[in-house]
């Protein structure tokens, strides 16, 4: 029966039901006619309770009538007989996955409840043998709860292994950021940036993975799970494995280092005095310590990290670690500095300086600087006037340019590097382009000679080499044109920076946020510079 209120009438909607009734006299049916847009009794209703009841030799025509009539007034349908009594009768179902199973009980009419054994049977019939719980099965046969889906076995989830991992025995995020004093000065000394090892010392250790527990489901049937996968040692320059496999060890006394992915490590070369004429170009595979100063037109190359006590003057330094300057650079508009890491120093002046990670001064004048991560600018000046910035992600500053609105050209929010590929990738597919219209041009004539059999041995071999010369072309403009389809989602997705001016930046200025660019034209002071849509921004100060 189903009762509910009638939206449209305001009244109670019943579907219609029925009774049998066994009389001395006969069965009767009463039918019990529905109320607002209930359903009416039908006489499949009838018919299918009255096989269940196993009811013998009744009338249909009476049945109909009675139905037909639907007045509360009991109908004899059958001659007398006893009450046919059904007891609780079940379904079960099997979730598709085989991993949980339900069972809905009917009501009895007139008999008993399904006692536990008999539940389990049909369970069992099912071809249910894993994760039954019993509990609940005993529970239902004590206290039974009709019409209702109930869980009464589960099965057992697969566990997969955990991939073995690497434990690090050195520092791999070393910071290179300065310690600034209560004066306000910056200690550029205590960078803690080098780690010395000795021969056969550990760096690296691998945790095992684990193995994969299985599982089963309701049907019995185990349900394989995934071992852990090992984790692979970063074997770089200068370390071995050791014997069981397990870790690497440094192969002689050095300077451990994490470079792109693997760990090496560099012997030391140490200059006690100033590069110069005495020293010559230094190119060393690993670290290199200068005590001195590094006079210009020299050149320092080093496969790790650079540190100069003294002042670098028009030179260039380049390192594949960190560069650190002690003093700072006076580069005369020709010094150059590119690390693969990050680049630390007190001051830079007329310079050109790249750093893959970050670049932390307290100042840095009429330069030209590129930097993949973060420019902190810092000290009693934390200052950046003149010559352009180009910054990854963000620029943390004191003041920018000068009263004087000597012009400072900064852009943040995009890598220069990759803005610096993109520009090449273009230039070459270019070129390619060009060279290939001059195969083909060369191609077309010699085909032409060709058919007409004019074709020597010497421009059959022009022949063979220019179509070469396409094919390798047409090779090589393909793979260019997807790395710049790449490069363009990048650059697209990476558009974002700020800049943080603790003080002021003065008229002179020109932002560049990605895409959208401002020129100041009056002091800003302590705020933030962002990118909001197509326009930049200048919000409050917020480190």
Same mark, same amino acid.
């Given at each position: 029966?189903?009762?509910?209120?009638d939206?449209?009438s305001g009244?109670?909607?019943?579907?219609?039901?029925?009774?049998?009734?066994?009389?001395?006299?006969?069965?009767?049916?009463?039918?019990?006619?529905?109320?607002? +847009?209930?359903?009416?009794?039908?006489? *499949?209703?009838?018919?299918?309770?009255?096989?269940?009841?196993?009811?013998?030799?009744?009338d249909?025509?009476?049945?109909?009538l009675?139905?037909?009539? #639907?007045?509360?007034?009991?109908?004899?349908?059958?001659?007398?007989?006893e009450?046919?009594? $059904?007891? #609780?009768?079940? !379904?079960? =179902?099997?979730?598709?996955?085989?991993?949980?199973?339900?069972?809905?009980?009917?009501?009895?009419?007139?008999?008993?409840?399904?006692?536990?054994?008999?539940?389990?049977?049909?369970?069992?019939? +099912?071809g249910?043998?894993?994760?039954?719980?019993?509990?609940?099965?005993?529970?239902?046969?004590?206290?039974?709860?009709? *019409?209702?889906?109930?869980?009464?076995?589960?099965?057992?989830?697969?566990?997969?292994?955990?991939?073995?991992?690497?434990?690090?025995?050195?520092?791999?995020?070393?910071?290179?950021?300065?310690?600034?004093? /209560?004066?306000?000065?910056v200690?550029?000394?205590?960078?803690?940036l080098?780690?010395?090892?000795?021969?056969?010392?550990?760096?690296?250790t691998? =945790?095992?993975?684990?193995p %994969?527990?299985p599982?089963? *489901?309701?049907?019995?049937?185990?349900?394989?799970?995934?071992d %852990?996968?090992?984790?692979?040692?970063? @074997?770089?320059?200068n370390?071995?494995v050791?014997?069981d496999?397990?870790?690497l060890?440094?192969?002689? &006394?050095?300077?451990?280092?994490?470079? &792109?992915?693997?760990?090496?490590?560099? +012997?030391?070369?140490?200059?006690?005095?100033?590069?110069?004429?005495?020293?010559?170009n $230094?190119?060393?595979?690993?670290?290199?310590?200068?005590?001195? !100063?590094?006079?210009?037109?020299?050149?320092?190359?080093?496969?790790?990290?650079?540190?100069?006590?003294?002042?670098?003057?028009?030179?260039?330094?380049? #390192?594949?670690?960190?560069?650190?300057?002690?003093?700072?650079?006076?580069?005369?508009?020709?010094?150059?500095?590119?690390?693969?890491?990050? =680049?630390?120093?007190?001051?830079?002046?007329?310079?050109?300086?790249?750093?893959?990670?970050?670049?932390?001064?307290?100042?840095?004048?009429?330069?030209n600087?590129?930097?993949?991560?973060?420019?902190?600018?810092?000290?009693?000046?934390?200052?950046?006037?003149?010559?352009?910035?180009?910054?990854?992600?963000?620029?943390?500053?004191?003041?920018?340019?000068?009263?004087?609105?000597?012009?400072?050209?900064? /852009?943040?929010?995009?890598?220069?590097?990759?803005?610096e590929?993109?520009?090449?990738?273009? &230039? /070459?597919? @270019?070129? #390619?382009?060009?060279?290939?219209?001059?195969?083909?041009?060369?191609?077309?004539?010699?085909?032409?000679?060709?058919?007409?059999?004019k074709?020597?041995?010497?421009?059959?071999?022009?022949? &063979?080499?220019? $179509?070469?010369?396409?094919?390798?072309?047409t090779?090589?403009?393909?793979?260019?044109k997807?790395?710049?389809?790449?490069?363009?989602?990048?650059?697209?997705?990476e +558009?974002?920076?700020?800049?943080?001016?603790?003080?002021?930046?003065?008229?002179?200025?020109?932002v560049?946020?990605?895409?959208?660019?401002?020129?100041?034209?009056?002091?800003?002071?302590?705020?933030t510079?962002?990118?909001?849509?197509?326009?930049?921004?200048v919000?409050?100060? *917020?480190?």
């Open positions: 029966m189903i009762s509910q209120s939206n449209n009244n109670r909607i019943h579907d219609g039901f029925f009774e049998l009734l066994y009389q001395a006299d006969g069965v009767y049916l009463k039918v019990h006619p529905p109320m607002g +847009s209930g359903k009416k009794v039908t006489v *499949n209703d009838v018919l299918n309770k009255m096989a269940k009841k196993q009811l013998r030799n009744f249909r025509a009476a049945v109909e009675a139905i037909m009539k #639907a007045k509360q007034i009991p109908e004899r349908i059958a001659e007398s007989q009450e046919v009594k $059904i007891n #609780a009768s079940m !379904n079960t =179902i099997v979730s598709p996955d085989k991993m949980k199973a339900y069972v809905i009980i009917m009501p009895p009419e007139g008999g008993r409840m399904l006692t536990f054994d008999e539940i389990m049977k049909q369970i069992n019939e +099912s249910i043998t894993y994760g039954i719980k019993r509990d609940v099965i005993t529970t239902l046969a004590i206290n039974p709860a009709y *019409n209702q889906q109930i869980l009464i076995a589960e099965g057992t989830e697969p566990v997969f292994g955990v991939n073995g991992k690497l434990q690090f025995l050195f520092d791999i995020n070393k910071d290179a950021k300065p310690t600034i004093m /209560e004066d306000g000065r200690n550029f000394r205590e960078l803690h080098i780690e010395n090892v000795t021969r056969g010392q550990v760096l690296v691998s =945790i095992p993975p684990t %994969g527990q599982g089963k *489901n309701i049907l019995g049937i185990d349900i394989p799970a995934l %852990g996968k090992p984790a692979v040692l970063p @074997r770089g320059k370390v071995e050791s014997p496999g397990q870790a060890l440094a192969a002689f &006394d050095g300077l451990v280092d994490f470079i &792109d992915g693997k760990v090496s490590v560099f +012997s030391l070369y140490e200059v006690p005095a100033d590069v110069d004429n005495s020293t010559g $230094i190119y060393f595979v690993g670290n290199v310590v200068v005590r001195g !100063n590094v006079l210009s037109g020299f050149t320092i190359e080093a496969g790790g990290s650079v540190e100069v006590y003294g002042v670098v003057e028009g030179a260039i330094i380049k #390192a594949g670690g960190s560069i650190i300057l002690r003093r700072g650079m006076q580069g005369l508009g020709k010094g150059v500095l590119i690390s693969e890491g990050d =680049i630390v120093a007190r001051y830079i002046e007329h310079s050109n300086i790249q750093a893959r990670g970050d670049i932390r001064a307290e100042a840095v004048m009429h330069s600087v590129k930097c993949g991560n973060r420019l902190e600018l810092s000290g009693k000046k934390g200052l950046l006037v003149g010559g352009s910035a180009k910054i990854g992600k963000e620029l943390s500053v004191k003041v920018i340019g000068s009263p004087m609105s000597t012009l400072t050209d900064i /852009e943040v929010g995009v890598d220069p590097t990759l803005r590929r993109y520009k090449d990738v273009k &230039d /070459e597919i @270019r070129t #390619a382009e060009t060279d290939i219209k001059k195969a083909e041009q060369v191609i077309e004539l010699l085909k032409k000679l060709e058919q007409v059999g074709l020597t041995p010497e421009k059959q071999e022009m022949l &063979d080499r220019s $179509i070469r010369t396409k094919t390798h072309y090779s090589t403009l393909g793979e260019l997807e790395e710049l389809m790449k490069l363009d989602e990048i650059l697209e997705q +558009s974002n920076g700020r800049i943080l001016a603790q003080n002021i930046i003065y008229p002179g200025t020109k560049a946020i990605g895409t959208v660019m401002m020129n100041v034209r009056e002091n800003l002071q302590y705020c510079l962002y990118k909001d849509g197509a326009d930049v921004r919000g409050p100060y *917020n480190k």
